[in-house]
């Protein structure tokens, strides 16, 4: 179980040798190459500092201290651990202040708030809140920095050193890598940890023994514990491994190769299995498959569950499903999951699935369903679009990264040696397919580019092969080849300095760049409550000790601003007195909440105002209608007032 055997002597021509020479990388390559990781950092740390913390972050960040603190997974445990975890370390190292919340009212009750615990941390937190996000920023860079690491691994078992380097640099160099690799949220770590796994069962592959099947399965629990979509891999590699064994076409041992294939998977899984549960401390482990009150229709059949939550979305749920296990044999099986990983799946199912409409409203159209308002090229709605994620990417990679991917594209089906073996190439292919058809087909969760970064470490390995076909073209071919990859490549190094440091901000040229942004795609692809340190900055030099009207869509409350100083900006919480001011021109809603108040928005707020002349700020999100989550869900309903009389 210690070493794998050498290749079989028959077996020299491996299906899935690469087609070009591959020498080993040499010093100077390795220095570019950690050169590059470098810059990557460099540039991520540069930019997380200028920036305050975006939606999700807000929460994700006081959740991950409560794990450390209490032992126990339940607060929002909509996402694994894994991440939330990472960031709090340091956090919690600092000591910040919680001892109060875990008396709250947003801690005690089933399931615990999450916003409202996350406002509550922010409160008692606010000299240091700023402080506190930076430390736990400051780790994120690293999963990408591993990412980087293995797409350069990859790439350069695949099509050597310079077509590692040039993989690496097109990860290094990508401003959505940026924008999210430096954040408390799940994608980019689910993206470097996804790629990493699969890349070790692919090695598996080439020479399969216990040894490789035990760390594909360790990593790939420790991936699992950073994002549910992650699961996907579960039928990705079963694929991956029915094409190599197709591949290899030595029919006379494959019932052996398909006995010890089925004794490494089962060792994969149960490796896998147990890192998740170790992940949870085993928390609810083993507890009854009937006993967990889930909500979601893939966990659930028509019914009454009698458990009422403070969550509304769960209590209606409730009130029309059951536990689909209840009442079962199955229901009396022991769970292989910890407790709040399988609450956490069905809470995702949920936002993945909608609710019926008719259950908030009896006249509403049965087939209608709830769910997250989304938007595309100027139309608001509840239903997604087949063609988001194509167009997201169409707008949000740089256009030197779309000339390579064409340019690679025609590579591989015109120059023969430029192709790897079908299973190779199925490798590369299937997880970005796979990624792009789920998003697509089977949700409707239309809220970012964040949700296929999956797909990009393949692409750019799979552009590796651009170096040494541009090696190896002929004389009156090969200037041509490197000047369009030096081109392409300085394009898209060019787009992301250009950007720094709003990375989030990124749209390319063709699509009408960052200022027309918000024409195409809003929510994390632009406008995802960061800058409002930017804001504040901004009006300490250009105006200081007025008073600006802020209707945010984010989840910070700007007050923050009188009690701490923004990241970067020189000054101490004790110059708050003589700086700008934020005001609300919106109503707040309740903190916390993801759903209206009762009753329409004027009837709570009154009429609204007409405004005076001055300095007004529209979050991006709120100008295209999006209802800001800590602010009045009919926030459309008052441009007209700040339209027409704010100058």
Known sequence: MNSCPAPDPAMRTNPAAPAFPLPRP??????????????????????????????????????????????????????????????????????????????????????????????????????RYFELFTLGRLVMPLFSLLGGIVVFAWSSRLFGPRGGLLSLALWCLCPNLLAHGRLVTTDAAATSLGVAATYLFWCYLQRPCLRRAGLAGLLLGVALLT??????????????????????GDRAGRLARWGRGFRHASLVLGLAVLVINAGYLFEGTGRPLGSFDFASASLTRPGVTTRRSANPVLDVAWQHRVNRFRDTWLGSLPAPFPAHFLLGFDEQKIESEALPLVWFNPKADPAARTGYLVYLDGTLRRQGWRSYYLKALLYKLPEGTWGLLVLGLAVALVVRRARLSWSTELALAVVPLTVLLA?????????????????????????????????????????????????NGAAVALATFAIHPHYLAYFNRVSGGPARGSEHLIDSNLDWGQDLVGLQRWLERNARGESIGLACFGAINPNIFQTVAPPSSGASASTRAGSSA????????????ITPLPGPAAERAGPAPRLAPGLYAVSASLVRGLPGQFHDPAARSWLPAWRTSAH
Request: net charge neutral.
């Open 26 to 127: 040499s010093r100077s390559v390795l220095l570019v190459a950690a050169a590059l990781l470098a810059l990557h950092l460099s540039l991520a740390v540069l930019s997380l500092v200028r920036e305050n913390a975006t939606i999700d972050e807000v929460a994700h960040l006081p959740a991950g201290i409560s794990y450390w603190q209490t032992g126990t997974f339940k607060l929002y445990h909509h996402n694994p651990p894994l991440v939330k975890l990472a960031a709090a370390l340091p956090v919690v190292l600092a000591n910040p202040e919680m001892e109060p919340l875990y008396q709250s009212a947003a801690w005690r009750e089933e399931p615990s708030s999450h916003g409202n615990f996350a406002q509550l941390f922010a409160g008692l937190n606010a000299p």
């Open 227 to 248: 994002k549910f979509s992650l699961l996907l891999l579960l039928g990705v590699w079963p694929l991956l491994w029915l094409g190599h064994e197709l591949a290899q």
């Open 439 to 487: 998003m697509t087909v089977l949700t409707d969760i239309n809220l970012g580019l964040r949700y296929v970064l999956p797909i990009l470490p393949y692409l750019y390995i799979s552009l590796g092969r651009l170096a040494p076909w541009a090696e190896g073209a002929a004389t009156s071919v090969r200037a041509i080849a490197w000047s369009l990859i030096g081109l």
């Open 582 to 593: 934020f005001h609300w021109f919106l109503p707040p809603v309740r903190p916390g909440t």
